[in-house]
Nanobody, 120 residues
C-alpha cells in the first residue's frame, strides 16, 4: 500500500531554516514522483515543489531560491530543505505522489501533513 508520512514541522523565527521529511512506503522513488504542497488556514492548497522519478526538480515562484527538495532512495525518503523562512511560509505542509513517474497536477496519495509556523 502506498503511504506517505511527513515530519519535521516546527515553530521557527523569520530567516530560520527547517528540513521536512516525507517517508514513503509501497513504492520506490525511482518509480513515482513526489511533490510538496502547503495550505494556510482559509487559503487554497498550493504547490511548493516536486521531484520526479528521474530526479528532476521543480519549484513554484514563492519558494524558488529558498527551498530545495531532494531524496535518499535507500531510505525511500524525500526531503524539503527550507531556508530564509518568511511568515507567509506558515502553513500545513503535505507530501503526495501522483503514482506516476512525472510531476503533474493530479495527486492521489497524501500524507497527514506537518505544521510549519514562522513567527515574527
Amino acid at each position: 500500500q502506498v503511504q506517505l508520512v511527513e515530519s519535521g514541522g516546527d515553530l521557527v523565527q523569520p530567516g530560520g531554516s527547517l528540513r521536512l521529511s516525507c517517508a514513503t512506503s509501497g513504492f520506490t522513488l525511482d518509480v513515482y514522483a513526489v511533490g510538496w504542497f502547503r495550505q494556510a488556514p482559509g487559503k487554497e492548497r498550493e504547490g511548493v515543489s516536486c521531484i520526479s522519478s528521474s530526479g528532476s526538480t521543480f519549484y513554484t515562484d514563492p519558494v524558488k531560491g529558498r527551498f530545495t527538495t531532494y531524496r535518499d532512495n535507500a531510505k525511500n525518503t524525500v526531503y524539503l530543505q527550507m531556508n530564509s523562512l518568511k511568515p507567509e511560509d506558515t502553513a500545513v505542509y503535505y507530501c503526495g505522489t501522483p503514482s506516476i513517474a512525472t510531476c503533474t497536477r493530479q495527486y492521489n496519495y497524501w500524507g497527514q501533513g506537518t505544521q510549519v509556523t514562522v513567527s515574527s
